[in-house]
């Protein structure tokens, strides 16, 4: 069973940079052919989609984030992560890592328990 | 920009059926999107319902079930019950990595 666990610190600086790392286990992130991604919940609004990684990688981004965002992988810790900088209260949101399905279908069928990430001073 | 449009809240009767579904601001949502719905519930990572536009993921009621109407993604819920009474999202896959998330529709059951 694929299980996924998001960590990192649960308050940012306002100007500072956000980080975040997805650890997977019971699956190799290097053996799929799947997006890894990033997906936030600010408190009472909706879920925005943020960005996704291949293995390769190859990255891919929300064009609203994309001038702060980055998003990587390590294979050999079977990792990725999310890097955001710049935040304000804007990106106080829960963060949430899932797998993307390719090969026709392109849904998150595995997901984190989410990390609720603060940005205050 | 893309917008993927949600109605916003809709109501239900226990034991009634709802359609909520999933439009584009701009044209029209087909299978190519591969739109996918999620359940979620407070406190709790969302749980996929339907992927591909209509197939059911493990587990789900076949109460839940996915279409394309009127240029639109549907999710229709037959047989609505308490528990159903939470957030409901839609995903279209617009290539080249891009996903969009619609805005989500609050379902009441009452």
């Known amino acids: 069973q694929l299980q996924l666990q998001e960590s990192g610190p649960g308050l940012v600086k306002p100007s500072e940079t956000l980080s975040l790392t997805c650890t997977v286990s019971?699956?190799?992130?290097?053996?799929?052919?799947?997006?890894w991604g990033w997906i936030r919940q600010p408190p009472g609004k909706g879920l925005q989609w943020i960005g996704n990684?291949?293995?390769?990688?190859?990255?891919y981004y929300n064009p609203s984030l994309k001038s702060r965002l980055s998003v990587s992988v390590d294979t050999s810790k079977n990792q990725f992560s999310l890097t955001l900088s710049s935040v304000t209260a804007a990106d106080t949101a829960v963060y949430y890592c899932?797998?993307?399905?390719?090969?026709?279908?392109?849904?998150?069928?595995?997901w984190g328990q989410g990390t609720l990430v603060t940005v205050s001073s | 920009q893309t917008v993927v449009t949600q109605e916003p809240s809709f109501s239900v009767s226990p034991g009634g059926t709802v359609t909520l579904t999933c439009g584009l601001t701009?044209?029209?949502?087909?299978?190519?999107?591969?739109p996918s719905w999620y359940q979620e519930t407070p406190g709790q990572a969302p749980r996929t319902l339907i992927y591909?536009?209509?197939s059911r993921s493990s587990g789900v009621p076949d109460r839940f079930s996915g279409s394309i109407l009127e240029n639109k993604a549907a999710l229709t819920i037959t047989g609505a019950q308490a528990d159903d009474e939470c957030d409901y999202y839609c995903?279209?896959?617009?290539?080249?990595?891009?996903?969009?998330f619609g805005g989500g529709t609050k379902l009441t059951v009452l």
């Open positions: 899932a797998r993307q399905l390719r090969s026709g279908m392109y849904h998150f069928d595995y």
């Open positions: 019971g699956g190799s992130i290097s053996s799929s052919f799947d997006y």
């Open positions: 990684i291949f293995h390769t990688g190859s990255a």
């Open positions: 701009s044209g029209s949502v087909s299978s190519d999107y591969h």
């Open positions: 591909s536009t209509n």
């Open positions: 995903v279209l896959y617009m290539g080249n990595g891009i996903s969009v």
